[in-house]
């Protein structure tokens, strides 16, 4: 275990008095932190243990999240379907999928009614009945509002889409496949107690315990520990769309931003993904890094600071970056490429710019010299003889087409419709 980063959590558990603090940090798939510490039952002086669950709040969300674009993938949804489509009670409101995940919709935050001072939170049948009362508090795609209530809607649209309740699709898709064992919706012992800090004498008083929730499940209902998270964090790396820039959630810093069910930090030239969440007596922050594949995970048994329990999660996340740097890869000579790959292989120019192809790892690959460091190359792949289509980097979705002489040599190329050639010339006709 790396005494760096425990370090990091005692510090916060102290100067935060947090009554306990379960953490747990992976690089690149191997346990480099899983630490414990604190009270997780002041009634029965129970400790906290790595086993301990806790509630994990809106974190649930990236799980709601997630069963949405695998039915994205399964073709049952899209996400720019209108919302009525799926849950007729929605009626014609401006709605779409893709809005609701992201937090764009405009719609009011909480179901109707005062859910958190009355605990009595609606069924799905009775948030669907009063619908009609929420209100659409922004024009949709306007701005950034948080809503829970959009993420109960998504998880109707889950359970209709997929036709089985939103619950058992998470266990059944997602929780099972994943090994998640620990993560699960009613509370499974050893489990913390949550609690509220008195501010002044330091006090512990317990919080109302809190059962289902219901209609809002979707929005923020599980149990987890601070492992299980870490491997969900791994798992949600590679789940390009949810990774993409939605809305900017900070439009005056640009720090946080929001993709399709993740927060998007910006920490100087680096993007960390992941959530937080909250429930009463219960904090919860998992950060991850997409490039060093890293995740780190934060649990708590208090209700205050929630900023704080981020910010841990956040430094834990960047500290194991900095101590655990990857290894390079040793290089290894290439096959050789196939023969219609190889002639165009080298630079090419469009006007000024020249943009190098080369094949790398099996793949046709082209960088543009004097980019910046953070542009990733274009990679292709192949539709058809002298055809290929850019699968991600710059350019990303545009065609590459090369054009061949009455010799059969391939003379230009046409990436994104710009000429490209062997030398540098004008744009335009020739001039005559």
């Not at 317990?206 to 809002?216: C, F, M, P, T």
């Not at 720090?255 to 993740?262: D, E, Q, T």
Request: aromatic share 8%; glycine share 8%; charged share 25%.
């Amino acid at each position: 275990m790396s005494e760096d980063l425990a370090r990091l959590v005692r510090a916060a558990q102290s100067e935060h008095r947090l009554p306990s603090v379960s953490a747990a940090v992976a690089v690149r798939g191997e346990p480099v932190l899983e630490l414990a510490i604190g009270v997780a039952d002041a009634q029965g002086d129970r400790q906290a243990t790595p086993d301990t669950q806790y509630r994990i709040g809106s974190i649930t969300k990236t799980f709601t999240a997630a069963s949405v674009l695998a039915l994205v993938e399964d073709g049952k949804v899209a996400l720019d379907d209108p919302l009525g489509k799926h849950v007729p009670a929605a009626g014609e409101r401006p709605l779409t999928i893709r809005r609701l995940l992201s937090h764009a919709s405009g719609l009011q935050r909480e179901p109707v009614g005062r859910v958190w001072e009355t605990f009595e939170f609606p069924t799905m049948p009775e948030l669907l009945e009063r619908l009609e009362e929420a209100e659409q508090i922004l024009e949709p795609g306007a701005w950034f509002h948080y809503s829970n209530l959009a993420y109960s809607l998504l998880g109707e649209v889950v359970a209709r889409a997929s036709g089985v309740p939103y619950e058992q699709f998470v266990e059944e898709r997602l929780l099972g496949p994943a090994g998640l064992g620990r993560t699960t919706w009613e509370r499974a012992d050893p489990a913390a107690s949550g609690y509220f800090v008195d501010p002044y004498s330091g006090v512990l008083h317990a919080e109302a315990e809190l059962r289902r929730i219901d209609g809002v499940s979707a929005a923020g209902d599980l149990w987890s520990t601070a492992g299980d998270l870490c491997r969900w964090g791994a798992l949600l790396r590679d789940r390009e769309p949810m990774h993409a820039v939605q809305v900017m959630a900070d439009p005056d810093s640009w720090l946080l931003a929001f993709g399709l069910g993740l927060m998007l930090h910006r920490r100087g030239d680096r993007i960390l993904y992941g959530h937080d969440g909250a429930m009463p007596g219960f904090l919860a922050a998992l950060v991850c890094s997409r490039e060093e594949d890293v995740q780190a995970c934060v649990l708590t048994n208090a209700s205050t600071p929630a900023v704080q329990v981020t910010e841990l999660a956040i430094r834990l996340a960047e500290r194991a970056i900095e101590l655990h740097p990857p290894e390079p890869e040793p290089w290894r000579p290439h096959e050789e490429p196939p023969a219609e790959i190889a002639e165009l292989l080298g630079v090419w120019w469009s006007e000024g710019d020249q943009a190098v192809f080369s094949w790398r790892d099996g793949r046709l690959e082209a960088q543009v010299v004097g980019a910046s460091a953070r542009v990733k190359p274009s990679l292709f792949e192949q539709e058809a003889p002298g055809r290929f289509r850019v699968a991600s980097g710059r350019e990303r979705g545009e065609r590459l087409e090369a054009v061949r002489d009455n010799s059969g040599a391939v003379v230009k190329l046409y990436w994104a419709t710009y000429p490209f050639t062997r030398e540098p010339q004008l744009f335009g006709p020739p001039s005559a």
